[in-house]
């Protein structure tokens, strides 16, 4: 198990459009750090996902989506943390760094295989300053 560190740098007006997995990722962790929460967990259900924010100790529903863009959204997030991307049979723990408003976080990404799917859970840690690459 491999624990990589990546910055990922914010799209310029160069890059190409974020995709619709990109931005939904975007939507929940700029939702999680307006309301201040230490976590977000993606919880698997049978035939779709429940996003969580753990705000003060307490885990509060966010949203729902389809089982299909919860997996799209963490086979993303293993990606940028550097995780086996088609194991799906063992825990797996990575870290990047990124960008959510003018902020930088490094977000810590631990997944979990359950029956319906993988559980992922990130955990924010804000940094002074943009890492060095």
């Known amino acids: 198990m491999s624990e990589v560190k990546k910055h990922v740098a914010p799209k310029s007006a160069a890059d190409p459009k974020p995709t619709p997995v990109e931005k939904t990722i975007q939507l929940i962790l700029r939702r999680a750090t307006k309301a201040g929460a230490s976590h977000v967990h993606l919880e698997p259900r049978s035939g779709y996902g429940v996003v969580r924010l753990r705000v003060d100790g307490v885990l509060q529903v966010s949203t729902k989506l389809p089982a299909l863009a919860l997996r799209q959204i963490v086979r993303y997030l293993k990606k940028e943390a550097g995780l086996?991307?088609?194991?799906?049979?063992?825990?797996?723990?990575?870290?990047?760094?990124?960008?959510?408003?003018?902020?930088?976080?490094?977000?810590?990404?631990?997944?979990?295989?359950?029956?319906?799917?993988?559980?992922?859970?990130i955990h924010f840690v804000e940094t002074a300053a943009k890492p060095a690459r």
């Open 84 to 121: 086996e991307i088609g194991q799906h049979q063992l825990p797996q723990h990575g870290h990047y760094t990124t960008t959510i408003g003018r902020q930088y976080y490094e977000l810590e990404l631990g997944t979990l295989p359950l029956l319906d799917g993988e559980y992922a859970s």
